[in-house]
């Protein structure tokens, strides 16, 4: 969840008062090999994710996102550099 910290005012809206909007999540997209079930729906998740919730933070922690043996890390890298 998104957690508020305080910086030094004077602005309108949360960006221009300092607030920082940070997420922490274990996304669980271990490398191609590595799955519970038959599908772990790695691709779909971390679409959605870059889609829906990635655009609204500021700091993003991602845990369990590999790069070894899959584009995916390059995935989101890039969709938050799109999202600014």
């Given at each position: 969840?998104?957690?508020?910290?305080?910086?030094?005012?004077?602005?309108?809206?949360?960006?221009?008062r300092g607030h920082v909007r940070f997420i922490s999540l274990n996304i669980y997209a271990r490398p191609p090999f590595v799955h519970s079930n038959a599908d772990d729906f790695k691709n779909e998740r971390l679409h959605l994710f870059c889609e829906r919730v990635l655009p609204h933070y500021d700091v993003v922690c991602l845990q369990e996102l590999f790069s070894f043996a899959t584009p995916r890390q390059a995935y989101v890298i890039e969709a938050a550099r799109r999202a600014g």
């Open positions: 969840h998104a957690a508020p910290c305080s910086g030094d005012g004077g602005g309108g809206d949360d960006e221009q």
